[in-house]
């Protein structure tokens, strides 16, 4: 007992309490410190009654205070000062006054922050006065009625100054959200951001209080919000007195961070998985356990153990076969990390059940775990089988049957068997129990509604062509005579005038004044109907004629052609969606005979959506706008346009997928040969054709993941 009382007096004198702490070199803050603008020089505390006050000492007064935030867990208040360097030669300060237990000072750059660290949250007030900032630490005094042993520390956001406006503050509205990571998110919008908030844990529920604020009488409602998977299940705003209550009522094991931004208060609650293995729930990989020191020098291992016990309050058995001694010097380690690394040293491993440590040697507890589960399957191969049936909602039980009855399946033991009822789309397992809960729980994990995305394709044709065509047609006759002309004149006799089907110009009487036909180049009509402008030029006599006629065509034309196919489908279900015409055709058969067969010109969607874990959706798109062209001897050409593709689109989101630019010039001139180069008089004896044409096809997909939110307004 002497002994072990020595050891436990060395052990209580090592202990040490940890602070956060921020290295920063000495010699590169030294040459920040002449570079900043203004310095802190000195941070000093005094204490009036519980009221705590932080004064800071500048080099140069500041003309507003220091812009600040609170972090609820850990406790902690920080105060930024910019362009401004330490000057005090530490960058942590222990205080050790009231709920203030240190200060960290850690300048980076130009900028300086200092953090205070709280044993538990309090108001605070920040005043200017010359080269001082003067911080108040206020604590918050409540109910002695309402305080229980099992409250919590609490946390207050702003200060609660009797300056300020109390008749004022309240609550705009109370949100509820579910986090990226499965997390409780509860937004509480406040019409003043000073308003001061307390945070308490009582029993399983945790009080949010806003102090003299007033909750609307819209707002006062219990919700439920078990619908969200969240670790919250239940919230309740109500009015107490003079201050607005919030309680939050989640399950299971968990912890909450709360943050303030402005007028914006965020309560987070996130569920922590228990790992009956770990000594310190929701820690992570790292080592989370307090602090401590240990300085011993050739003790024995089962004493160690012993005062790690008691500092941890943990039950610690021990197996005979532990022994020896050692000799650790450990200041400032995580009793875990210590723990660790005195039984890596001599060889032992530990398993943790509930509140309870076994140490024994690596080589025992392996043989020990062995020999459970040989005892473990030698029981399920005894163990009477049940049957069980399970309805499948969302899924065909065909597909879970054929699941289940694939060789290569872990679910069921070699003694399970399943049978599917397709009719009433249930299957029937029989196995031992422990198979059966997990079945049980898989298909509770994939028999779910399918999510369903809304697919958006738009098509877009636009085009735009211009055209111009210049052509002239000239001829000459002379009447009772037979005269040949260049380019096919005909020959008038008698002087009578035969009609050809096209007039430059008409006399008086019922015979008309045909022209000759020698140049024939009109404007083509196929762009177009051509303006035509015709001239006659004759004797006195009537007797000798000169036709000219003139056509011109300037073409201007734009269009725009929109497709829009819309489809609703479930989650990595394919989609079709299809609107146009079936041309028939004759086809021969293998006997001779002919048969009348479809082929589709039609515009085609088809689609299938995939939700990625992080929201977006990744498409598998086939698109078809095919329409019919032109008639050959076979029947009718199909113009086709066509893209298939692979695309990541976030939710809502609108992407490109496919473009086509189709840009045409074409210039053509037809003359008489020699005459038609002749300068400014060749113009009679040609035709000019310009034609400018340009097409580009456009296709937009967005997609919409159709969801059903919850508002609490």
């Known amino acids: 007992m002497k002994l072990m009382n020595r050891f436990l007096t060395v052990f209580a004198a090592t202990l040490l309490a940890l602070a956060p702490a921020f290295a920063q070199d000495q010699t590169a803050g030294a040459q920040e410190v002449q570079s900043a603008g203004n310095q802190i020089k000195a941070l000093d505390v005094s204490r009036q009654g519980s009221d705590i006050f932080v004064r800071l000492t500048l080099e140069q007064p500041l003309a507003q205070p220091p812009a600040s935030f ?6 902690r208040i920080a105060f930024d000062f910019p362009a401004t360097a330490n000057a005090t030669g530490r960058n942590v ?15 980076v750059g130009d ?6 660290n709280m044993l538990r949250m309090a108001p605070y007030d920040t005043k200017v006065d010359g ?9 918050v005094r409540r109910d002695p009625s309402e305080m229980t042993p099992a409250d919590r520390p609490f946390a207050s956001f702003a200060s609660t100054s009797a300056s300020s406006d109390e008749g004022g503050k309240a609550i705009r509205d109370v949100n509820f959200r579910r986090g990226a990571d499965g997390e409780g998110r509860i937004i509480v919008e406040l019409s003043n951001p000073d308003t001061g908030i307390d945070i308490r844990q009582q029993g399983g529920s945790l009080i949010v209080d806003f102090l003299g604020t007033n909750l609307p009488a819209s707002l006062r409602k219990k919700s439920d919000v078990t619908d969200f998977a969240t670790p919250v299940t239940q919230m309740t705003a109500q009015q107490q007195g003079a201050n607005a209550r919030l309680v939050v009522k989640p399950n299971g094991l968990w912890e909450h961070n709360a943050y303030q931004s402005d007028n914006q208060f965020v309560l987070e609650v996130k569920r922590v998985l228990e790992d009956p293995k770990k000594l310190i729930q929701g820690g992570g990989d790292k080592y989370q356990g307090e602090k401590l020191s240990l300085n011993f020098q050739n003790i024995d291992v089962r004493s160690v153990l012993q005062v790690i016990a008691d500092f941890t309050n943990f039950n610690i058995i021990t197996s005979e076969s532990v022994q020896g001694s050692l000799t650790l010097r450990l200041k400032d380690v995580p009793w875990d990390q210590a723990l660790d690394i005195i039984l890596q040293s001599k060889g032992l491993d530990k398993r943790k059940h509930g509140n309870v440590i076994w140490i024994a040697p690596r080589d025992e507890i392996a043989a020990r775990e062995k020999l459970e589960l040989e005892s473990k399957q030698q029981i399920g191969d005894l163990e009477p089988l049940k049957t069980e049936s399970f309805q499948i909602n969302y899924h065909e039980a065909k597909a879970i049957y054929d699941f289940l009855k694939d060789k290569d399946q872990t679910v069921l033991s070699k003694r399970g068997s399943v049978i599917v009822d397709e009719r009433s789309n249930k299957v029937f397992v029989t196995d031992v129990s422990n198979r059966l809960e997990d079945l049980r729980r898989l298909i509770t994990e994939i028999d ?11 098509i877009v044709e636009a085009s735009k062509g211009f055209a111009r065509d210049l052509g002239v047609r ?3 006759d002379t009447a009772g005579k037979s005269l040949g002309f260049i380019g096919g004149s005909r020959l008038a006799v008698s002087g009578s005038v035969v009609d050809t089907g096209f007039h430059t110009g008409q006399t008086a009487s019922s015979t008309f004044l045909g022209d000759t036909l020698m140049l024939n180049m009109p404007a083509s009509p196929s762009t177009g109907t051509p303006a035509q402008i015709g001239f006659t030029l004759f004797n006195s006599a009537m007797t000798r004629f000169l036709n000219l006629e003139l056509s011109a065509l300037e073409v201007d034309e734009r269009g725009r052609v929109i497709s829009s196919p819309r489809v609703l489908t479930a989650n990595q279900v394919e989609a079709i969606m299809e609107q146009g015409t079936e041309i028939p055709y004759q086809s021969a058969t293998s006997s ?4 009348v067969q479809f082929r589709k010109a039609v515009l085609s969607l088809k689609v299938r959506p995939n939700i990625t874990p992080d929201g977006r959706i990744q498409l598998f798109v086939d698109v078809n706008k095919d329409q019919p062209g032109q008639v050959v001897p076979g029947g009718v050409a199909i113009d086709t346009k066509h893209v298939k593709t692979e695309v990541l689109v976030e939710n809502g989101g609108t992407v490109v997928i496919g473009g086509v630019y189709e840009e045409t010039e074409r210039n053509q001139v037809d003359r008489v040969p020699v005459l038609g180069e002749i300068p400014v008089l060749g113009a009679l004896f040609r035709n000019t054709q310009n034609v400018s044409e340009r097409s580009e096809l456009l296709i937009f997909i967005t997609p919409r993941v159709v969801t059903q939110a919850l508002s609490l307004r």
């Not at 609170?70 to 406790?75: G, H």
């Open 448 to 458: 779910v509604p399918p999510r369903q995305v809304l697919i958006e394709a738009r």
């Open 93 to 107: 300060q222990e205080i050790e006054e009231g709920d203030l237990r240190s200060a960290n000072i850690v300048q």
């Open 70 to 75: 609170s972090v609820a867990n850990p406790a």
């Open 592 to 595: 001779g005979a002919t048969s």
């Open 131 to 139: 080269n001082y900032v003067t911080i108040a630490l206020t604590p």
């Open 111 to 116: 900028r300086t922050r200092v953090v205070l």
């Open 474 to 476: 000239l001829g000459a």
